[in-house]
C-alpha cells in the first residue's frame, strides 16, 4: 500500500507526542438517496462521506434477531426544506433535500450504523431526527452499541441512554466515553424505537448523521511528518477526499504535479474543509496552500 504523507506544525518541545485533533469521521446526508427498501431486501446505506471508507461505513435498518420471516416494513427517502429546518448538523456546505425516513412497524427492527474508528478516540455521533407525529410516528429512541460488530451490545460509557423525536428537526448528539469503542474497526451504534411502533403508519426521519472523534496521538507522531506546517493534511492514506485543518480559517489551494502542472484548484474555509481528489491518477502531488499571511507547499500521494 502506497503511503500518505501529511504535515503539521509541531506545538511542542522536539520528541513530544504530537496533540490530537477532532475530525469528521464519517457523514451521511442522503441526498442521493432515493430508494425504498423493503423487507427482507434492505440493503445498508453508504455513508456520502469517510475518511476510512464509504463502503464500510453504513446504515442499516434490519430486523432483530428471531424476528418472523411475516414480519414487514421498510425504509425510504423523504423530500425536505426550510420549513424543516433540515439543515441541523449539515456539513460541508450540503443543502436540505432528502432525509432518511425509517416506517412503522419498528418494534422488532433496530436501526444499526456501522461506524469504523481507526485511528480515532473520543467518539461523538449526531444527527437530525424528526418524528412524522405524535401519535403515529415512534415517540423514543433507545441507544446501545457493540465493539465486536454486533455480537454482544452495551449501553456503559454513552452520554444519554436515549431521546425523543420532535415535530420538527433536532439535533442528538451521543458520546461514547468507553475506551474500547475508540481505534475499533468493529465498532456498531444501535437505535431501538419505543412508543407509537407497531402500528403500519408513522416514522421517524433522520439527516445529516456526523461521527466525529480526535485522532490518536500515536498515530500523528508514526504517521504524520513535522516539515514546520502549520496546515493539516489528512486522511494515510488518500483515496477521494483530502481534509484540511487551518490555522486561518479561509485558503486558496492548488494541487500541482510532479512536473508543476495544476491538477485542481479550490477554496476551503469554515464551512468547507475538504477537496476530492479521487479523479487524480496514482502517484506524488503537492498542495498549495496559500491564505492571507503565508503559502506552504505539502507534498502527498495519491493512492
Known sequence: MKKFYAFLVATCICGTAANAQSHLIHYWHFNNYTLAQHTDTIHGISADYSTISVTTAKILYAKKAGTSAAYATYIDSIQVGPADYDTINARMGVPDAVALRVRNPSDSMHLLFYIPTTNYKNIKLTYATQSSSVTKGQLHQIFDYSVDSGVTWRTSGLSIPSDSAWLVYKRSTISLSDIQANNNPKLVFRITFSGNDTGVKGNNRFDNVTVE??????????????????????????????????????????????QGQQQ???????????????????????????????EEKIKFIKQ
Do not use: W
Open 213 to 258: 472523534g480526535d485522532t490518536l496521538s500515536s498515530v500523528s507522531v508514526n504517521n504524520v511528518v513535522n516539515n514546520g506546517h502549520t496546515t493539516i493534511i489528512y486522511p494515510n492514506p488518500v483515496h477521494d477526499q483530502l481534509n484540511f485543518d487551518l490555522v486561518i480559517g479561509t485558503a486558496n489551494i492548488c494541487v500541482l504535479n510532479m
Open 264 to 294: 485542481l484548484a479550490a477554496v476551503i474555509n469554515d464551512k468547507e474543509r475538504s477537496v476530492n481528489v479521487g479523479q487524480l491518477s496514482p502517484g506524488i502531488y503537492f498542495v498549495i496552500v496559500k491564505t492571507t499571511d503565508r
